[in-house]
């Protein structure tokens, strides 16, 4: 046995993958910036940066592309140290990390240029008031993305699956979207609607969202999750999909019947 895992060793070594792979660094060189949140290192990880999210590249989302110029002034080159939470990897198999130069932290440093807000996904981990002060402080000033409509209610849509992974029409919770508590207080979900494109509304239950929480928002039936120690989860209840898999729009409407935010889901024609 000892000989057949030396020559796995040797052939892994041969064709130039690291036999320690499953091992996260504690620090590495950044060889590409991506977007704002995820990153490349020299031994070909990707990295998700924890605790924060940034808008998209694609589609192009406000202040997209400021926050990837951010971080590559921030790291790209550098030697950046990685510290993990529990959760070291993602579904993507992404580390999942906070990456810090000369100590400073990334995560901190989006967050005050108003380039991304906090994004957190349990078990929460450490000390996360002083990444909400920075973002209160961002918010006050109304910079980057803080500026923009879709950032100004106590909630944004972090993403939406309207054609997500299995069959909806056997199981509508395939179909999900993630929001995001963007204030630094509680919020309550109580009086908030979602709406389809076709007008069909749903009342969201009575729910408090930590500060920099994220809730999913599942179509089908379940026992909502409530727990802020684990992902929040809250089912819409329909037995049938809910979103359109071409073209479809989630809007937020808070309890006054104003748009908190909209996310539309659309699929590229091919040609």
Not at 68 to 74: I, P, S, V
Not at 141 to 165: K, L, Y
Not at 199 to 220: A, D, N
Request: proline letters at 6%.
């Amino acid at each position: 046995m000892r000989l057949i895992c030396l020559l796995v060793l040797l052939a892994l070594a041969g064709h130039g993958i690291a036999a320690d792979v499953e091992t996260p660094p504690a620090s590495a060189r950044v060889v590409r910036v991506y977007d704002g949140d995820t990153y490349t290192l020299e031994n070909g990880e990707r990295v998700r940066l924890k605790g924060v999210n940034t808008t998209e590249l694609r589609p192009k989302e406000p202040f997209g592309e400021e926050a990837r110029e951010a971080a590559k002034a921030f790291l790209l080159g550098r030697m950046v140290e990685l510290r993990y939470g529990s959760v070291v990897r993602d579904g993507y198999g992404r580390l999942v990390a906070d990456v810090l130069v000369d100590g400073k932290s990334l995560e901190t440093h989006l967050v005050r240029l108003g380039l991304g807000h906090v994004f957190l996904l349990p078990p929460i981990e450490g000390d996360v008031a002083p990444l909400l002060e920075a973002q209160a402080a961002a918010r006050g000033e109304r910079i980057g993305i803080w500026s923009d409509p879709h950032f100004r209610g106590p909630f944004h849509i972090t993403s939406f699956h309207a054609n997500g992974r299995g069959d909806e029409r056997e199981d509508p919770n395939a179909e999900y979207a993630r929001i995001c508590n963007i204030t630094d207080t509680p919020q309550n979900l109580s009086g908030y609607r979602v709406t389809n494109a076709r007008g069909r509304s749903f009342r969201l239950p009575e729910v408090v969202i930590p500060p920099g929480h994220t809730f999913e928002l599942r179509s089908g039936a379940g026992e909502h999750q409530v727990d802020p120690e684990r992902q929040i989860r809250i089912h819409l209840g329909s037995r049938v999909p809910v979103w359109n898999n071409k073209v479809d729009r989630l809007t937020l409407l808070d309890p006054r019947g104003q748009i908190v935010d909209v996310r539309d889901h659309k699929v590229a024609s091919q040609r």
